[in-house]
């Protein structure tokens, strides 16, 4: 039961069969590292090793003792005791008359054993029942959050990588152009053709591209380390900061269709956080009801069986006992506590009131969370969308720029501009792909999809 209780949510689907991650694979090794990497299989990888959630899966584990004392009211206590003591005779009391002397044994032992039952405790056992199912649901719920949010950080860190290794082609594109541009002005200069201002200018424009070239490797190396750490890898000491991870999938903008007021339903419906509050809810609920139990009676029934050694037949004989069955019921009514119950009713009330709150300012938390995501996915599709055309437009032009300036109608200072444009119109093109990936991940989180089953659905 306790194992069900702590992979439910894994079985339940948060580990998706197509292109799963290999099962006890090292994925610790250095071999792993250099192996094709899908996003897919990233987000398995997480579920396996990511440290938030391997900690989620503690705290999983951590909440079922907390349900198993919770119920434990419900049971019956069962105990066992025994006890032997033996006396110096000094410290022995008797009794003496002319015809006898009584006196007690100098060695003494009992046992016993005692089954316990509460049959009425002011309504804290049907709601020690309640609170049991309540506390188990809260913590899944809990664990989903944990769950959701590090696959959402390990599916951004890995656009992130893919974005960069896109800007380090850009920048050595454009690096290799202006090399090119560079290299022809020097023959023409050295033909005679062109002054040496234009070999200087062309020159320049290469030394100010290669610092970019430069940041983006730097960002390449950066990313890679830090969705390795989200995945979960413990890198081996001998490899350096260029990580050698191979990530298979592209940046891309496939479609995705939303309708707001149907997404906010969704998250105020399926969001792990509000489910989470609203058992927690009930739970305050219930401790108002255990709170007021102080107001009333318990009652409890027992039954045991005790042994003792006998004190007046037989003193000397410690194996002579005296055995027996007992049976009886208790009832316990604290009439006045010193206000002891008023004070927690009124506490348990007030956190009761503070929940509700807390549910209801999460729930407008979230629906402006989906609002602001959604928000922020209209602008980076309309922000694709613009550049649907700019890149082929950008290449015309680079064409039509170093035409003019070969048939003299031109100048060299309209080839370095739209060598730029070009430039500029594929770090646009690349950081508005990433844009579309990550403000979809992060609207598919807002409205509480799966995040496994939604790249698998890709």
Request: avoid cysteine; charge should be negative.
């Amino acid at each position: 039961m306790k194992t069900r209780f702590i992979l439910a949510l894994v079985l339940a689907g948060f580990v998706a069969g197509a292109g799963a991650a290999p099962q006890n694979t090292d994925t610790n090794s250095a071999a792993w590292l250099t192996q094709p990497l899908s996003l897919l299989n990233a987000l398995n990888i997480a579920l396996q090793q990511n440290a938030s959630i391997l900690k989620g899966r503690s705290d999983l584990e951590a909440s079922y003792g907390i349900v198993v004392q919770t119920r434990a009211v419900v049971l019956p206590q069962i105990q066992a005791n025994g006890q032997y003591k033996r006396s110096e005779q000094s410290a022995i009391e008797g009794i003496s008359t002319p015809e006898f002397t009584v006196q007690e044994p100098d060695q003494n032992w009992n046992a016993g054993i005692q089954i316990v039952q509460t049959i009425y405790d002011g309504g804290k056992l049907t709601a020690a029942v309640r609170a049991a199912r309540l506390t188990k649901e809260q913590a899944l719920a809990q664990y989903q959050t944990t769950v959701a949010d590090a696959l959402l950080a390990v599916r951004t860190a890995y656009y992130d990588v893919l974005l960069a290794a896109q800007q380090i082609t850009v920048h050595e594109a454009s690096v290799n152009l202006l090399q090119k541009e560079l290299d022809d002005q020097q023959r023409r200069y050295k033909a005679g053709t062109v002054p040496q201002f234009n070999v200087l200018r062309a020159d320049v424009s290469v030394a100010n591209e290669r610092p970019l070239l430069i940041q983006a490797r730097n960002d390449y190396r950066i990313s890679k380390n830090n969705l390795s750490n989200d995945l979960g890898y413990n890198l081996p000491h001998d490899i350096w900061e260029d990580i050698p991870l191979q990530l298979t999938d592209q940046l891309e903008a496939g479609p995705y269709d939303v309708n707001l007021p149907d997404a906010i339903q969704q998250a105020l419906a399926d969001r792990s956080e509000l489910v989470a509050l609203r058992k927690g809810e009930e739970l305050q609920q219930i401790n108002i009801i255990n709170a007021k139990s102080g107001y009333k009676p318990t009652a409890q029934v027992f039954a045991g069986y005790t042994w003792n050694n006998s004190q007046f037949i037989d003193p000397t004989d410690l194996g002579y006992s005296i055995h027996g069955w007992n049976a009886g019921g208790e009832v316990s009514w604290d009439i006045f506590d010193g206000l002891l119950t008023h004070g927690k009713v009124v506490q348990a009330r007030a956190l009761y009131e503070k929940s509700q709150t807390d549910l209801d300012d999460e729930s407008r938390q979230i629906e402006l969370e989906v609002r602001t995501a959604y928000s922020d996915f209209i602008e980076a599709k309309e922000v694709l969308d613009s550049q649907k055309t700019v890149l082929a437009e950008a290449d015309e032009a680079l064409r039509e720029a170093r035409a003019r300036a070969e048939a003299g109608t031109g100048t060299q200072l309209d080839v370095l501009d739209a060598e730029t444009s070009l430039t500029q119109a594929r770090t646009t093109n690349a950081q508005a792909l990433h844009d579309y990936d990550v403000a979809r991940a992060k609207l598919e989180r807002a409205i509480g999809e799966d995040m496994v089953q939604a790249v698998a659905s890709k």
